[in-house]
């Protein structure tokens, strides 16, 4: 389902942001953070990417939102189906620096 794809996407930010939290110490501020770690700081994937590519834009054609809530915690969502923010259809993944490691497998 179109929802089921935007948690997918959302989860691979949250990814994103715990390997930039690991290798930069702090939090990333916007999604262009996501995509390359600075040189020096390797993953071992190609070009040092990270797994944020492609447009990011929703299921729906809207924007992906990022916001930086805390020191600690970033709020990754979309607007859902009905395109409009803060609403209960609102797709929402939440990184949260303390609880980082509940996130490794």
Request: charged share 25%.
């Amino acid at each position: 389902s179109e929802i089921h794809v935007a948690e997918v996407k959302l989860a691979n930010c949250r990814w994103a942001a715990l390997a930039y939290a690991l290798f930069m110490g702090k939090l990333p501020q916007t999604f262009e953070d996501l995509r390359v770690l600075p040189d020096g700081y390797d993953l071992q994937l190609p070009n040092n990417q990270l797994p944020i590519r492609g447009d990011l834009i929703d299921p729906w054609d809207n924007p992906y939102r990022m916001e930086v809530v805390s020191p600690q915690s970033i709020k990754f969502s979309s607007d859902g189906p009905d395109g409009k923010p803060d609403t209960e259809d609102d797709v929402i993944v939440v990184f949260d620096r303390q609880q980082r490691l509940e996130m490794l497998p």
